[in-house]
């Protein structure tokens, strides 16, 4: 193991190959440089999105037009939309941190297809570049919503060919990502490493994998069926050409519920291999984790129909996915509960990680259970399409995928580049988006409840008070987003050299240098014994 | 600096790859064909009536650039097997 700390070597930041500067980079088939190429898009739609959010925001701070018109408006809601599913959340964890830390932490040196890894980014670049493009070419930004929904989407003037196909050329990075990580997973694992033996972030990014490499080319061949019926007036979904509205609605959600597993397995993957580290203790139910992200991922194949309960489908329909629904909530409790009872008794660490990962824990179960009124038949009809969805989608996309994305970050930085970041203005800036989040999105809630529909550019002056304060929210929100991603550049470059384990871990990317070399290992370890496993 | 790059070959691992490629092809398709049988199924008479407004040269061209490319790929594999690689590009 001691070998692997020899510091002798070059880092991955500083080597030069064959190619040298920026194309060092853009053509790198090395893994972590492309963990680094996707952090840095994604890093940068996030924000583009999120300043998105924040016009709608402002617009929605008094009724009545405030400043732009209700057109401009329903453009805003799709772009957001789209650029934070498809550019940011879906690729999201598993591009940045499984691409970077998937080898390390089985003891390998690279994916197993490191060109194909590349060729992924590509084709991300091309499909985010085709989205952007929405926005300004051809007859006017899509104003369908990011679901598309027919018969809109068909007959509507705007550009919702481009935002669509720019959304099927994203599915194929997807996929290939989950391809490769699959047959990473099964062929390079380092000797010693039995399936059980595998720490948990790649459990989840395995279960992950298989959800884009199966739910994904659905999503695609229904995209390819909307612009076929623009183009060519084949009658998919138009009930005028003879075909079914609810067919679309059918397969989009049949890909875009397991979507939002994408996202969140690999969050709760972080978020377990966070907390036993910042515990300094074993995690309890190792099996009962790695299982329930499969299970996840399987069961959740089968509720997609719970978007859709108000369209028409029959009682048996409606009840069979509302049942399922409550089932499936069942293994994401049971990492709940896991995570808790690692964490107790155990010496906690309440450094940045900790902080990001307790939030996430309590956003997400505020997420998740507010899921569990819209999963159920009775009271979904009286929220269904207002704004008790849309809070319920942010705290579980945002509380938890965001918020475990930013713990990885603070998690991993020191590993990535070497240097640390500035501790107080990592807690500074956690404060303020923790409650600028919470200002933001919890009055929806309530107008939700109250009556406020979804994608309204306009409201009753009875919902004034909680849109005023969601937007307050989000300035604040904005503010901490402003201020944590400060705090990280400054310390890429300028911040204190961190050592290689500053946060005492002993999983395999703490025995390697800050930041890593080449290839990672000087030689591949062999495992004795289970991860976590801390004395 | 000597290079870095470890000669790594694993066919199995490659193989797999493969096939977990066909497996998105079939969902893709799939999808697809699904749509199809369940249209066709519940309007029959239609689709034997537009079936009628088929153009059967454009259907036979489309099949025989269909099998011939699939027999210029076999022949593509058997080349590089052979270790004929400039046949193979042709």
Known sequence: MDNNLNNSLPSYLEYQGKYKGIRGWIFSTDHKRIALLYLYSIMTFFLVGAALGVLMRLELLNPGQQFISPQTYNGVFTVHGVIMVFL????????????????????????????????????????????????FLGKGAPDTGWTFYAPYSTSTGTNVVLAVFAAFVLGFSSILTGLNFIVTIHRMRAPGMGWFRMPLFPWSLYATAWIQVLATPVIGITLLMVIA???????????????????????????????????????????????????QKKVFGYKAIALSSMAIAFVGYLVW????????????????????????????????FNWVTTMYKGSIDMRPPMLYALSFMFLFMIGGLTGLILGSLA????????AFVVAHFHYII?????????????????????????????????????????????????????????????????????????????????????????????????????????????????????????????????????????? | MSTHVAEHRDDYGSKLGMWIFLFTEIFFFGGLFLVYAVYRSMHPADFHAASLHLDGLIGAINTAILITSSLTMSLAVTAVQKQNNSLAFK
């Open chain 1, 88 to 135: 940011v959340v879906i690729p999201g964890l598993a591009a940045v941190f499984g691409n970077f830390f998937l080898p390390i932490l089985i003891g390998a040196k690279d994916v197993a297809f490191p060109r194909l890894n590349l060729l992924s980014w590509w084709i991300y670049i091309v499909g985010a570049i085709l989205a952007i493009g929405t926005q």
């Open chain 1, 229 to 279: 019926e623009r183009w060519f007036k084949i009658g998919f979904f138009d009930p005028a050409l003879g075909g079914d509205p609810i067919l679309f609605q059918h397969l989009f959600w049949i890909y875009s519920h397991p979507a939002v597993y994408i996202m969140i397995l690999p969050a709760m993957g972080v978020i377990t291999e966070i907390i036993p580290t910042m515990s």
């Open chain 1, 305 to 336: 129909g719970h978007h859709m309960y108000v369209s028409g489908m029959s009682i048996t329909a409606r009840w069979v996915f509302s049942l399922i629904t409550f089932i499936v909530a069942v293994p994401s409790a049971i990492k709940v």
């Open chain 1, 379 to 386: 009271t979904d009809v009286h929220v269904h399409d207002t």
């Open chain 1, 398 to 535: 945002f509380g938890g995928m965001g918020f475990a994305f930013f713990a990885g970050l603070h998690y991993w930085f020191p590993k990535i580049y070497g240097r640390m970041y500035n501790i107080k203005r990592a807690n500074w800036a956690w404060l303020v988006l923790f409650v600028g989040f919470n200002l933001t999105y919890f009055p929806l809630f309530i107008i939700g409840l109250q009556g406020m529909p979804r994608r309204y550019f306009d409201y009753l002056p009875q919902f004034h008070t909680g849109h005023m304060i969601s937007s307050i929210g989000s300035f604040i929100l904005a503010a901490g987003i402003i201020m944590m991603v400060t705090n990280f550049f400054r310390s890429a470059k300028k911040g204190e050299k961190a050592s290689a384990n500053p946060w005492n871990g002993i999983t395999l990317e703490w025995q390697i240098p800050s930041p890593p070399p080449l290839e990672n290992f000087a030689e591949i370890p062999e495992i004795t014994e289970p991860p976590y496993n801390f004395k």
